[in-house]
């Protein structure tokens, strides 16, 4: 026999409207839609086997898919390998693959908090109390996120209160401070804060990656279309450290939490900084610097050259918002490099390494590096038409774990099989830690 095709268009129009209750179903699906259940059951009673048109899954996306999957299948047997799962009876290949490429493929879920930021302040905190004071729409929104920075590392977020007109003015004054000569920014450094404050010069800092050689090994493994820019040096961006917020008026780590550094007679750059930190610091709710980046794309403009090498960040969220030059590259969790592109109005949030310490390893720091790309030259050409600054700008914030916070993996975290690798440890050694080995802890 030929299977008849059932069409699920009526079935789903009803769906989240049956309670699930056995003896109730007949009577809430009504004689047709009962008629369509008993059709399938004979069919896969008869034939093992049913034919549905199911509207939500469309010949498009199932087009793409199959492509997808068709480049993945044609990649080196030596790309494909590290995918098995032997000790699994190979019953996770499947998905690792699928889910694998899906993250690869997937452009970053805009997440608009406009509907969150409305009950925030009614929520009282309570963990168990939780669920039920956001609501289904908003719980599904918060494990979205949870999911997008499990699986890619990141998420881009609109919040209303983080205007592209303040991001333009906040860009702005930081193009004026890098145009500035060498010799007015060099007192603004404090190397016994460890960079922490003011101003780190370029050719300073350190990736991770030409220290790292666990990390090196990782990279060997990565295809060779998603290996990090091959590095020659250390970092040529410049960076000012701002503090956002209070600093505590106790702490084991006073080189950690030092007053921010102003610039002599620069006039409305306390405002500023002040004021876009807060904006943007209030996307994620935690400690803070604003650390914005500054990158001399006239001396460094050339295709391919390294402004920040491959690196994670030691805090617990990063906040990149939108910069006139792009040039950001992100790895998500499968080791895929993608473009780390942040939409107008918008604001990419990407794990660092103390969101991993308090996930046990569950979600790791993500992994991203700044190298001048095609798109950036062609920004640079623009941006010369224009007259603009040839300074590359990010608008970068550093929401922190309080230095004298113990960090260790967290609830659930701690029962991971991972847990051991993340011993408690105040936040503050673990930063400085990594600051030492970054060429920062002056």
Excluded at 128 to 135: A, F, M, P, Y
Excluded at 311 to 323: C, E, K, M, P
Excluded at 351 to 377: I, N, P, R, S
Aim: glycine share 6%; proline share 7%; net charge negative.
């Amino acid at each position: 026999m030929e299977l008849k095709v059932i069409d699920l268009k009526a079935y789903l129009a009803v769906m989240d409207k049956l309670d699930g209750e056995p003896s109730k179903i007949t009577e809430e699906l009504g004689p047709e839609l009962t008629r369509l259940c008993k059709e399938v059951a004979r069919s896969l009673r008869e034939a093992g086997a049913v034919v549905v048109r199911d509207p939500r899954c469309s010949e498009e996306e199932n087009e793409k898919f199959i492509e997808m999957m068709e480049r993945y299948y044609e990649s080196p047997v030596e790309y494909k390998r590290p995918q098995e799962r032997p000790d699994f009876h190979y019953q996770l290949f499947l998905v690792a693959v699928v889910v694998t490429v899906i993250v690869t493929e997937m452009e970053l879920k805009v997440i608009d908090l406009k509907a969150y930021l409305a009950v925030m302040d009614k929520l009282d905190g309570e963990p168990s109390k939780i669920t039920e004071e956001l609501g289904p729409e908003l719980t599904r929104l918060c494990k979205e996120v949870a999911r997008s920075l499990r699986e890619a590392g990141a998420v881009v977020v609109r919040d209303p209160r983080c205007s592209e007109e303040e991001n333009e003015k906040f860009m702005e004054m930081m193009e004026r401070y890098y145009e500035s000569p060498v010799e007015y920014k060099r007192p603004q450094e404090r190397p016994d804060f460890h960079y922490q404050v003011g101003i780190t010069p370029e050719k300073v800092e350190i990736p991770r990656l030409m220290v790292d050689e666990e990390m090196q090994e990782k990279v060997k493994a990565l295809p060779k279309e998603s290996q990090p820019a091959t590095l020659v040096g250390s970092d040529l961006k410049w960076r000012y450290m701002w503090s956002v917020g209070p600093r505590p008026a106790k702490t084991r780590f006073k080189e950690l939490n030092g007053a921010p550094v102003i610039p002599e007679n620069f006039p409305g750059w306390t405002e500023t900084m002040n004021s876009w930190g807060s904006k943007m610091i209030a996307a994620v709710e935690a400690p803070h610097v604003l650390g914005p980046t500054g990158s001399d794309l006239k001396s460094y403009g050339q295709e391919g050259t390294v402004l920040a090498g491959y690196h994670y960040d030691v805090n617990f969220l990063t906040i990149h918002g939108r910069s006139k030059f792009p040039a950001l590259n992100i790895w998500v969790e499968n080791g895929q490099k993608v473009e780390g592109s942040v939409p107008e109005g918008c604001l990419l949030v990407q794990t660092g390494k103390q969101m991993e310490y308090l996930t046990g390893g569950d979600c790791m720091a993500g992994m991203h590096e700044v190298v001048v790309t095609e798109k950036t030259t062609e920004a640079i050409k623009q941006a010369l038409e224009q007259n603009r600054s040839l300074w590359r700008v990010s608008s970068t914030v550093f929401a922190h774990i309080a230095s004298d916070a113990v960090l260790k993996p967290l609830g659930h975290f701690a029962e991971s099989p991972l847990a051991s690798n993340y011993p408690p440890m105040y936040a503050g050694e673990v930063i400085k830690q990594e600051l030492s080995a970054m060429n920062l802890k002056g």
